[in-house]
T-cell receptor, first 116, second 113 residues
Framework: GAGVSQSPSNKVTEKGKDVELRCDPI?????LYWYRQSLGQGLEFLIY????????KSGLPSDRFSAERTGGSVSTLTIQRTQQEDSAVYLC??????????????FGEGSRLTVL | GDSVTQMEGPVTLSEEAFLTINCTYT??????LFWYVQYPGEGLQLLLK?????DKGSNKGFEATYRKETTSFHLEKGSVQVSDSAVYFC????????????FGEGTQLTVNP
């Protein structure tokens, strides 16, 4: 499809397990973002990739969280030793490099993570 | 740091009622301001934006004006429809941050027929 694709759409895991969430951005978009949406909360910024620059990891809540982006396209968010407070919807977004599009992020439908 | 504050929800209105969702922000410099909308079962999508003071963003009958003197970007619509039921997020992109956005907590709007 033409939009941002995320998988899995739903993930239930046990506390202490590792999980990987995948994001496939819109083709040609150089910027990719991960956000977290917890129940009753706004969107919390996690990490931002822009082209070949070093990622902005300033939003990652702990060293259990990491993300990589291979070949400037697909990204994987990894959460190690999951905790119940990690339960949330993890949203991926991408954006175009053109100046006119500044601020317009295209979001996927999210991956809902439930940690039991 | 930068922050966005939205009016507390949820908001419930009857069809054809007037809508205002308040949004204020804290940021250095001259941020760009946005409203995103999340319809049930769908991803967030841009509703409107304004990139400098006194600009008015508009789309689908919604409007918001960038007010630097009051650091506000309130969302308005003159006559809401049932199909406007969604969660609305106010957001800002600070100068120099590229397209990274800081979001408010979101306001759930329900419009009843």
């Amino acid at each position: 499809g033409a939009g941002v694709s995320q998988s899995p759409s739903n993930k239930v895991t046990e506390k202490g397990k590792d999980v990987e969430l995948r994001c496939d951005p819109i083709s040609g978009h150089t910027a990719l973002y991960w956000y977290r949406q917890s129940l009753g909360q706004g969107l919390e910024f996690l990490i931002y990739f822009q082209g070949n620059s070093a990622p902005d990891k300033s939003g990652l809540p702990s060293d259990r969280f990491s993300a990589e982006r291979t070949g400037g396209s697909v990204s994987t968010l990894t959460i190690q030793r999951t905790q119940q407070e990690d339960s949330a919807v993890y949203l991926c977004a991408s954006s175009s490099p053109t100046p006119q599009s500044t601020g317009e992020l295209f979001f996927g439908e999210g991956s809902r993570l439930t940690v039991l | 740091g930068d922050s966005v504050t939205q009016m507390e929800g949820p908001v419930t209105l009857s069809e054809e009622a007037f809508l205002t969702i308040n949004c204020t922000y804290t940021a250095t410099g001259y941020p760009s301001l946005f409203w995103y909308v999340q319809y049930p079962g769908e991803g967030l999508q841009l509703l409107l934006k304004a990139t400098k003071a006194d600009d008015k963003g508009s789309n689908k009958g919604f409007e918001a004006t960038y007010r630097k003197e009051t650091t506000s970007f309130h969302l308005e619509k003159g006559s809401v429809q049932v199909s406007d039921s969604a969660v609305y997020f106010c957001a800002l992109s600070a100068q120099g941050s590229g397209s990274r956005l800081t979001f408010g907590e979101g306001t759930q709007l329900t419009v009843n027929p």
